[in-house]
């Protein structure tokens, strides 16, 4: 956490480029695997922000990226106490992982729903 926090400029600069050159799988994966990051080190409104922002349109970014990207939003919105809307992106989320059959992150979107 504390290399992440001191790359957090860096972090928020390549986001940034991804999104600006058309990279949004890249920018959505980059963004999903920084859920606890953005969590623990109080970063949850920069996060869902981007987040929010790389999603519009990624229905062409690949399932499993785009997923991940979907729960950590939801995760997002629920520990911001936004919890319909961290409802409706985890049922989102939870749609594509069933679609990809995958029993690890359709057991925690459940869990995450309950």
């Known amino acids: 956490m504390e290399r992440l926090e001191r790359?957090?400029?860096n972090l928020r600069a390549t986001l940034r480029w991804s999104l600006e050159i058309?990279?949004?799988?890249?920018?959505?994966?980059?963004g999903g695997a920084l859920w606890w990051?953005?969590?623990i080190q109080g970063h949850a409104?920069?996060?869902r922000r981007f987040l929010e922002r790389a999603l519009v349109g990624s229905d062409k970014v690949g399932v499993p990226v785009r997923a991940k990207a979907l729960r950590t939003?939801?995760?997002l919105a629920y520990?911001?106490?936004?919890?319909d809307q961290a409802e409706n992106l985890c049922r989102d989320s939870l749609a594509l992982?069933?679609?990809l059959t995958d029993a690890r992150?359709?057991?925690?979107?459940l869990w995450m729903l309950g």
């Not at 520990?79 to 919890?83: L, N, P, S």
């Open 22 to 30: 058309g990279e949004q799988q890249s920018a959505l994966r980059v």
């Open 7 to 9: 790359e957090h400029d």
């Open 73 to 75: 939003a939801g995760g």
């Open 97 to 99: 992982f069933r679609e």
């Open 37 to 39: 990051f953005w969590n």
């Open 105 to 109: 992150y359709t057991a925690e979107i």
């Open 45 to 47: 409104s920069e996060g």
């Open 79 to 83: 520990v911001q106490g936004d919890y």
